[in-house]
Nanobody, 128 residues
Framework: VQLQASGGGLVQAGGSLRLSCAAS????????MAWFRQAPGKERALVAA????????RYADSVKGRFTISRDNAKNTVYLQMNSLKPEDTAVYYC??????????????????????WGRGTLVTVSS
């Protein structure tokens, strides 16, 4: 599966952005999708994940209530709607995919390792 992320940019604190990730080369509805982010000097961390068939979700505690992950299987695209952005949300955001149906049940490190496809990152900068 090839992934192409877009939608990053510069936004003021309290603002919103929507990231998109278009997938190609696989059966999208069978694939679990996730967004990770990496800030300078930090490990790549899970932001949100969405299973392929039952639309189960998982979020990092730091984004619960502010971010929403969704998918449009007809467009082979996953989205990350980010509201009430904070300066600490500044990072490079990566979309990722796996055909492992149990992916959302793993700890974050295992989930990251189970991702078989990664898109190029898109930079999100939140100014204070």
């Amino acid at each position: 599966v090839q992934l192409q992320a877009s939608g990053g940019g510069l936004v003021q604190a309290g603002g919103s952005l929507r990231l998109s990730c278009a997938a190609s080369g696989g059966t999208f509805s069978n694939i679990a999708m996730a967004w990770f982010r990496q800030a300078p000097g930090k490990e790549r961390a899970l932001v949100a994940a969405l299973s392929g068939r039952d639309f189960g979700t998982r979020y990092a505690d730091s984004v619960k209530g502010r971010f929403t992950i969704s998918r449009d299987n007809a467009k082979n695209t996953v989205y990350l709607q980010m509201n009430s952005l904070k300066p600490e949300d500044t990072a490079v955001y990566y979309c990722a995919a796996t055909s492992d149906r149990a992916a959302l049940s793993y700890d974050v490190v295992t989930m990251r390792r189970r991702m078989s496809s990664w898109g190029r990152g898109t930079l999100v900068t939140v100014s204070s």
